[in-house]
C-alpha cells in the first residue's frame, strides 16, 4: 500500500485547502498530479467546482486542456451518473427509492432506540454523581463482572455504586450492540437494490462503472468534499467504486478528504443529528456503513463545534460506543495524515491539532509533527 490519507475536519475555502494540502499535491512521479475531485456531496451542484480548480491551480497545478477537458483536475461526476443512470431505468431507480425510503425507516427506528440509551446513560451518570460524588463514566469497567465482596460488608453507598456501574455497563453494553444490529439490517437492505435488479449484470450499469474506474484509476490526487453525506455515499456505493479507491491507493494515489468526504472513507459514518428538535438529542449518531477504506479510526468532524470536549463523561460516551475504533476529532484547521502500510498516524495541521478522545473520558490533543498510533 504505497498511498496516504490526508484527513480534514470541515475546512470551508477551497483556498486554504489547497494551500495547507499542497505538499501532498504530487504524483509519485514528480510531474504535475492529476487530480481527481468527487464533488457528489454536493448533490445538483455537483459541477460548480470552478472555485476549487482555480485554487489548485494558484497552488501549482496546471490546467492541460485537450478536447475541451482538463486532463490535470477532473471532476468523477459520479452523482450525475447515478442520476443519470435511475432516469435510464425507471424500474431501478423505483427499487433504489424503494430501499432507500426502507432504510431511512430503520434508521429512525433505531434512532428511537439509541436515543433512549443514551439519555438513560447521561441521567444515570449524574444521578451516580449526585448520590456518590466523584463518579465517572470513564472509570467504568469496559465487561461488568459482579464483586465478590461480601454482602456483609457492604455499605449502603457501596452496594448503589454497584448497582450503578452495572446498569450503566449493560446499558452501554446494549447500545453498541443496537449499533451492530442496524449495521447489519442496512447492509440487508442495500444487498436488496442489486438482488431484485440484477443490477451487476446490465450493460449500461457495467459501462458506467467501468468509465467510473478508469477515472478514478488514473488519479494521483483524489479530494473527496463535503456536503451531504447521503448524495455522497449512495453514488460512491451504487457504482461499487470502493474497490476501485483502495486500487488508486495502492498504486500510490493520496486522498484528501473533508467533512462528510471523510466519513465516508471510515468502516461508519457518525453524523450530528444538529437538526433535531429536541436539543437534548443533537448529538453524534451511528448513520450507515462507509466504504471502510480506513480501518480503526472513527473520524468525527466538526470537532470544537459539536463535541462538548471538556465534558470527560461525553467523552468516554462516545469512545466507549465506538471502541473497535480510535475516535478522533478534526476541527477546520486540523490534518491528520494516515499511512495505511504502518499503520500510522501524523499531525500534520500547522493551526490546529487533532484531538483522540479515551475510554477513560481523556482528550489528547496532538499537534504538527506527532505520531498519533492507529490501531491494528
Not at 476501485?244 to 450530528?272: F, H
Request: glycine share 8%; aromatic share 8%.
Amino acid at each position: 500500500m504505497r498511498g496516504k490519507f490526508l484527513f480534514n475536519g470541515n475546512i470551508g475555502s477551497p483556498t486554504l485547502l489547497a494551500d495547507r494540502a499542497r505538499p501532498w499535491l504530487k504524483a509519485p512521479n514528480g510531474g504535475p498530479p492529476k487530480v481527481l475531485l468527487i464533488t457528489a456531496a454536493w448533490g445538483q451542484g455537483e459541477y460548480g467546482e470552478q472555485g476549487i480548480r482555480d485554487a489548485l491551480n494558484a497552488a501549482g497545478i496546471p490546467s492541460a486542456w485537450s478536447d475541451g477537458f482538463d486532463a490535470n483536475i477532473y471532476n468523477l461526476c459520479v452523482w450525475h451518473v447515478w442520476r443519470d443512470y435511475l432516469a435510464r431505468h425507471p424500474r431501478v431507480a423505483a427499487i433504489d427509492a424503494e430501499i432507500r425510503s426502507v432504510q431511512e425507516a430503520t434508521r429512525r427506528f433505531y434512532v428511537e432506540k439509541t436515543s433512549f440509551h443514551a439519555q438513560r446513560i447521561r441521567q444515570a451518570a449524574r444521578f451516580a454523581r449526585d448520590k456518590l460524588g466523584d463518579f465517572q463514566i470513564g472509570r467504568l469497567p469496559l465487561v461488568h463482572a459482579d464483586s465478590v465482596q461480601a454482602v456483609a460488608a457492604m455499605s449502603g453507598r457501596d452496594a448503589l455504586h454497584r448497582a450503578l456501574v452495572r446498569e450503566l455497563v449493560h446499558d452501554l453494553t446494549d447500545l453498541v450492540e443496537n449499533d451492530r444490529r442496524m449495521m447489519a439490517a442496512l447492509a440487508d437492505e442495500e444487498a436488496v437494490v442489486a438482488a431484485r435488479t440484477g443490477l451487476r449484470v446490465d450493460a449500461d450499469w457495467q459501462q458506467q462503472q467501468r468509465v467510473l474506474t478508469d477515472r478514478i484509476l488514473r488519479a494521483d490526487v483524489v479530494l473527496l468534499l463535503g456536503g451531504d453525506p447521503d448524495a455522497l455515499l449512495n453514488s460512491l456505493r451504487f457504482f461499487d467504486l470502493g474497490p476501485p479507491l483502495l486500487e488508486t491507493l495502492r498504486r500510490g494515489a493520496t486522498l484528501i478528504s473533508v467533512s462528510a468526504g471523510a466519513l465516508v472513507l471510515c468502516e461508519r459514518m457518525i453524523i450530528y443529528d444538529n437538526y433535531s428538535p429536541d436539543p437534548a438529542r443533537r448529538e453524534f449518531r451511528l448513520y450507515d456503513r462507509g466504504l471502510g477504506l480506513v480501518g480503526g479510526l472513527q473520524i468525527l468532524p466538526h470537532c470544537m463545534d459539536r463535541i462538548h470536549t471538556d465534558d470527560t463523561d461525553n467523552l468516554a460516551y462516545l469512545a466507549r460506543r465506538f471502541s473497535s475504533q480510535l475516535c478522533v476529532g478534526l476541527n477546520e484547521e486540523s490534518f491528520l495524515l494516515v499511512d495505511p502500510a504502518v499503520p500510522r498516524a501524523y499531525s500534520v495541521g500547522q493551526h490546529d491539532g487533532v484531538f483522540v478522545f479515551g475510554a477513560d473520558g481523556v482528550k489528547w490533543r496532538y499537534d504538527r509533527g506527532e505520531v498519533v498510533q492507529l490501531r491494528r
